[in-house]
C-alpha cells in the first residue's frame, strides 16, 4: 500500500444491504397494530396500549434522525436533555 492511499479500516458495504427493502418496511409499520392489538387481548388498558406504542414511534423517529443526520453530537444532545431531566 502506497503512503499516499488512505487505509480503509471498516469494509464499504454493499449497495443492497444499505437499502430498506419494502417488505422490510412493511413489517416494520405492520408490527404496531398487531402489538396493539396482542396487548388489548392481553387485558392492557387502551390508553397505554395507545402511550407505549406513541413512544415506541418516538424512539423510532429519534433514530431516524440520528441516523439520517449521523449527528453524534445529536445523539449525545438528547441524551444529556432525557438523563438530565430525570434527576
Known amino acids: ?21 419494502l417488505p422490510l418496511t412493511f413489517a416494520l409499520i405492520a408490527i404496531f397494530p398487531v402489538l ?11 390508553n397505554e396500549i395507545v402511550r407505549l406504542l406513541g413512544y415506541c414511534a418516538a ?10 443526520a449521523g449527528g453524534r453530537r445529536l445523539a449525545v444532545g438528547l441524551a444529556a436533555f432525557f438523563l438530565g431531566n430525570n434527576q
Do not use: N, Y
Open 1 to 21: 500500500m502506497s503512503s499516499s492511499t488512505p487505509a480503509r479500516l471498516v469494509p464499504a458495504p454493499a449497495p443492497d444491504q444499505a437499502r430498506l427493502s
Open 59 to 68: 424512539i423510532g423517529v429519534v433514530t431516524v434522525v440520528v441516523l439520517v
Open 36 to 46: 396493539g392489538a396482542v396487548l388489548a387481548l392481553a387485558g392492557m388498558p387502551t
